[in-house]
């Protein structure tokens, strides 16, 4: 049984290895309604890999952006402030299940204002353990309940296809 330390370690050797955690880089004309639409002047970027998501927001929206990754050496460090708006892309599927509620939580005391991306299916990458970097997949629905046990308001903004799979992963907001 792998605990979250070393799930961290993992993750860690993986960004160390070359660029990963970069996907939620692609994301941001579907981001970018949602975002004015919150009214956020400050995001933070929770999980955010290497991702260069936060430059974008910053130059074509004109917004602070933190970002924060446990697995990334000068972003490990949660900030203690609250902010207007979380972005947790990419991120859920790839804690253990017993840390998805304890996330959710920092998540919510962090702002009201969430959006989720979460991937439904196995990653193309495996960890150096040979674990496979989506360490929990659970359907849409099942995300669904628990991300309402947190957020009192939740909307499906996209949903994204694959060819081999129905769904392959989901975006949600908060507000």
């Not at 959710?104 to 959006?115: A, C, E, P």
């Amino acid at each position: 049984m792998t605990t979250e330390q070393e799930l961290i370690e993992q993750y860690k050797l993986k960004h160390k290895n070359g660029r990963y955690g970069i996907s939620s880089s692609f994301l941001f004309s579907i981001l970018r309604p949602h975002i004015t639409e919150s009214g956020a002047k400050t995001i933070l970027d929770y999980g955010c890999g290497q991702s260069l998501l936060h430059r974008t927001i910053e130059y074509y929206m004109n917004i602070k952006v933190t970002r924060f990754d446990p697995a990334i050496d000068g972003l490990s460090n949660l900030p203690e402030e609250n902010f207007d708006l979380v972005l947790c892309l990419d991120v859920m599927e790839h804690l253990l299940i017993e840390t998805v509620e304890p996330t959710l939580r920092i998540i919510k005391s962090k702002s009201d204002k969430s959006i989720f991306n979460i991937n439904l299916v196995p990653a193309k990458q495996c960890l150096p353990n040979g674990l496979n970097c989506h360490v929990t997949l659970l359907k849409m629905e099942e995300w669904i309940e628990i991300l309402k046990k947190y957020f009192d308001k939740l909307e499906v903004i996209k949903m994204f296809f694959s060819p081999k799979y129905s769904h392959s992963a989901f975006m949600v907001k908060t507000f």
